[in-house]
């Protein structure tokens, strides 16, 4: 068994056509694949706490493209994934999902900017409802966060290797590199890791993201929902707009 990352990117070249995010896709066939098998701990608040770490500086990337896939305990999903890259001065992050009785993948789901530490600036798809965004607002920041975390802190990386006979169908979709790395978190780890958290370590305050439009890298531009990023306990920074204008 191989991750589906490398179905994921044996579809590249369709996904860059019909996805809303295609053109974000650049690089996608290359990207490394970090897959995460026990969902259960990737959720877990022992890493929600670790990702205080990694939220308190500048997103650093494996590489410069990668993904990270979590194996989805959800009974119609076989997997979660991120496609992330890393640009100057910012990360930005696609999140997908593959359905198990479809046996394919849904448009991207949610876009998140990284573009100061503990802030995502995240869209989501335009057929989502309100209801559900901010469950994949929440999904695309967080498999980042989290994923970066654990790298970091309480993985452990198993590089293993796609057999030779499973190569060709992906290589002739132009599919590169086929070493992946299984990663087995360590709760342990992140929780003795987590204990004297303080100081610059700490959580951002809690703050309200508001709704704004953003430019996308093909002109069009997306409505970003309002969001809210940071930690309560830390005290709060609340900002208010005043619109003025008349209705269309």
Known sequence: MIPYGYEFKRLASQLRLKSTYGFFLE?????????????AAFDSDELEALGRLIMAEDLKLPHPE????????????????????QFEGRVEAALFSRWKKRLRWTDCLAHAVFAKPGWADVSVHPGIKQDQAKLYMEAVSGMVWRSLSILAFAGDDKPRKVMPALRRPYAKAGVRGWTWHQITIDLARAR?????????????????????????????????????????????????????????
């Open 27 to 39: 690089g996608l066939e290359a990207a490394p694949v970090y897959y995460f098998a026990d969902q």
């Open 66 to 85: 990668v993904i990270f896939e979590v194996k989805d305990r959800h009974p119609e999903r076989e997997s979660l994934l991120v496609y992330v890259r």
């Open 192 to 248: 003795a890791k987590t204990q004297d958290l303080g100081g610059t370590h700490a959580s951002p305050r809690w703050h309200i993201r508001r709704g704004h439009w953003r430019q996308l890298a093909d002109g069009r531009r997306v409505f970003v929902r309002q969001c809210q990023v940071g930690d309560p306990a830390q005290g709060g920074v609340v900002k208010d707009y005043i619109v003025k204008g008349s209705a269309a």
